[in-house]
């Protein structure tokens, strides 16, 4: 019941509620799930046929819940690459820069074991430094805004569209000003699409996506 493509460069926001498979997607297209063959394509060839470690290098994977190490906060996002450069960068990117100065050793700081000297929406951006740390091709982001207030997403939403050589995209939220920027939205339900199109399309007409608009409206 999933059919739909994304192309080069573009963003392609999945909404829709627990269970409906949004994350499974995104592992299958990271190949932390191997998809059944003939399913899920990369320029045309099936993403099973692909060098593994090849294919991973090319796209960046935030999932819900990153693991951190019990390392520094500079050594969870570079991760043991070079950094000429990209670490200010990236802290800038994931507006992680305020956090990092009130913090007692700064960027040296130890994050403790997951992380747990971070906040969940600290823990979230720097998830979101360690995918931006390289300028990959593809960025699948698995509702990674859920712990930051909306200015943070905001900012956030700017800097990965114009991130590097704007890399295709694909936003997994539950909250749906995140989707706003997508260029093609489509609604999940019970891993099928029931809805799809514009974040303005999708608002003015009754389904899924505009209850659930309705009902953050009034929350926010």
């Not at 990271?30 to 399913?39: F, I």
């Not at 430094?129 to 956030?156: C, Y």
């Amino acid at each position: 019941g999933l059919n739909f493509s994304v192309p080069a460069g573009g963003t392609l926001g999945i909404v829709g509620l627990t269970g409906a498979g949004k994350s499974t997607f995104l592992r299958c297209l990271s190949r932390v799930y191997n998809p059944p063959p003939g399913t899920v394509f990369i320029d045309g060839i099936d993403v099973r046929e692909l060098d593994l470690d090849e294919w991973r290098m090319q796209l960046a994977y935030v999932p819900q819940r990153a693991f951190l190490f019990s390392e520094s906060l500079r050594d969870n996002i570079l991760l043991g690459s070079e950094d000429e450069g990209t670490l200010d960068r990236v802290i800038a990117h994931a507006s992680l820069k305020p956090d990092i100065q009130a913090l007692p050793d700064g960027v040296h700081t130890q994050v403790g074991e997951a992380g747990l000297m971070l906040s969940g929406g600290q823990r979230q951006r720097t998830a979101m430094a360690r995918g931006l740390a390289h300028n990959h091709r593809i960025l699948l982001l698995d509702d990674v805004l859920s712990a930051v207030d909306h200015e943070t997403e905001n900012e956030l939403i700017r800097a990965i569209r114009s991130y590097g050589e704007c890399p295709t995209t694909v936003i997994v939220a539950h909250r749906l000003s995140a989707l706003q920027h997508a260029e093609h939205i489509v609604v999940i339900g019970e891993g099928r699409i029931v809805d799809e199109g514009t974040h303005g399309e999708l608002v003015a007409r009754p389904g899924l996506y505009q209850e659930l608009w309705r009902y953050q409206r009034r929350a926010s």
